[in-house]
């Protein structure tokens, strides 16, 4: 038989009058099981909800961080995005001044343009951030880009500055009389020679080149033409002004195939071959003049026999 317990209840309002409740043991066990449960399920809550919300205040704090960092590398995008632009600016640039060179045919310098310097590797570097502290590796990424992007700067300058000499360079030579006239020989050099007219000796100035009558006559640079027309002792004469104190004339042609404010480069074809004005037969009168003053063609001449 299980046992029971009693609980007497004393009103003091009413003087002398109880209440008895009786209560078995096995009520009374569970009862107290309950609250304890209750009492358990609290303290458990309490921590939980204590814990999540440290969890979450953490998180909200990431998610700050983690928008700070996704900024600083779109900006980090946007700074390589602007040197790989001013790369293939040098790129171009470097291509510009390797075909100048070329053309110039100086192997000297026709090697590749110098470079050099630290070099990064952005995925690798950032993989590495958990293994050191973000505030120095964005620090020194940022100094890193800095530096690339003057170092860039500089070598943008440089290659300007160089591309401007040789595109000067270049033009120079372009209007520097360096081919031949016109396919043939020499038949008078230039200087003192025994005129073929009047037997004395008098200063030749320029070459004679002997060639077929009716074949090209062609510009020795670029230039404009100044003179097309006939002139005493010349005949039909081409001149040429070429800048940088350049002048050259082509004389005793058959034929002009240009005229006077014409623009030609170097090797156009300007007259044929003849043998008008004081000629004894089908060839070229071709004088350069260097400021005004005569000088010797076959000096600038570089090209081998036309």
């Given at each position: 038989?299980s046992?029971?317990?009693?609980?007497?209840f004393?009103?003091?309002?009413s003087?002398?009058?109880?209440?008895?409740?009786?209560?078995?043991?096995?009520?009374?066990i569970?009862?107290?099981?309950?609250?304890?449960?209750?009492?358990?399920?609290?303290?458990?809550?309490?921590?939980?909800?204590?814990?999540?919300?440290?969890?979450?205040?953490?998180?909200?704090?990431?998610?700050?961080?983690?928008?700070?960092?996704?900024?600083?590398?779109?900006?980090?995008?946007?700074?390589?995005?602007?040197?790989?632009?001013?790369?293939?600016?040098?790129?171009?640039?470097?291509?510009k001044?390797?075909?100048?060179?070329?053309?110039?045919?100086?192997?000297?310098?026709?090697?590749?343009?110098?470079?050099?310097g630290?070099?990064?590797?952005?995925?690798?570097?950032?993989?590495?951030?958990s293994d050191?502290?973000?505030?120095?590796f964005?620090?020194?990424?940022?100094?890193?880009?800095?530096?690339?992007?003057?170092?860039?700067?500089?070598?943008?300058?440089?290659?300007?500055?160089?591309?401007?000499?040789?595109?000067?360079?270049?033009?120079?030579?372009?209007?520097?009389?360096?081919?031949?006239?016109?396919?043939?020989?020499?038949?008078?050099?230039?200087?003192?020679r025994?005129?073929?007219?009047?037997?004395?000796?008098?200063?030749h100035?320029g070459?004679?080149i002997?060639?077929?009558?009716?074949?090209?006559v062609?510009?020795?640079?670029?230039?404009?033409?100044?003179?097309?027309?006939?002139?005493?002792?010349?005949?039909?004469?081409?001149?040429?002004?070429?800048?940088?104190g350049?002048?050259?004339?082509?004389?005793?042609?058959?034929?002009?195939?240009?005229?006077?404010?014409?623009?030609?480069?170097?090797?156009?074809?300007?007259?044929?071959?003849?043998s008008?004005?004081?000629?004894?037969?089908?060839?070229?009168?071709y004088?350069?003049?260097?400021?005004?003053?005569p000088?010797?063609?076959?000096?600038?001449?570089?090209?081998?026999?036309?």
């Open positions: 038989m046992k029971k317990f009693t609980i007497i004393y009103e003091s309002s003087f002398g009058k109880t209440r008895t409740v009786m209560l078995s043991k096995n009520l009374i569970g009862i107290f099981v309950f609250l304890s449960f209750v009492f358990m399920s609290s303290i458990i809550l309490f921590t939980l909800n204590h814990k999540y919300t440290k969890e979450i205040a953490s998180l909200k704090l990431l998610t700050g961080e983690n928008i700070d960092l996704m900024n600083q590398i779109s900006n980090y995008y946007d700074q390589l995005d602007k040197l790989n632009l001013k790369l293939a600016s040098l790129d171009k640039l470097e291509y001044v390797r075909d100048f060179i070329s053309e110039s045919k100086d192997e000297s310098v026709l090697r590749p343009v110098s470079v050099g630290k070099e990064i590797d952005t995925m690798r570097d950032y993989y590495a951030v050191r502290r973000e505030k120095e964005f620090s020194n990424l940022s100094s890193s880009l800095d530096t690339i992007d003057d170092r860039i700067d500089v070598h943008n300058d440089s290659l300007t500055e160089l591309t401007q000499y040789l595109e000067e360079k270049n033009f120079i030579m372009l209007s520097t009389p360096t081919i031949w006239p016109t396919r043939g020989w020499v038949s008078s050099k230039f200087g003192f025994t005129s073929p007219f009047s037997g004395r000796r008098v200063f100035e070459l004679d002997a060639a077929r009558y009716g074949i090209d062609r510009a020795t640079a670029k230039g404009v033409v100044v003179f097309s027309g006939t002139r005493t002792g010349y005949g039909y004469i081409v001149t040429i002004d070429h800048g940088y350049y002048l050259t004339r082509y004389a005793h042609n058959s034929q002009l195939l240009v005229k006077v404010g014409d623009k030609v480069e170097k090797g156009t074809p300007i007259a044929k071959v003849g008008s004005g004081n000629s004894t037969g089908p060839h070229v009168h004088e350069v003049l260097s400021n005004g003053i000088v010797n063609p076959i000096k600038y001449i570089v090209e081998e026999g036309y």
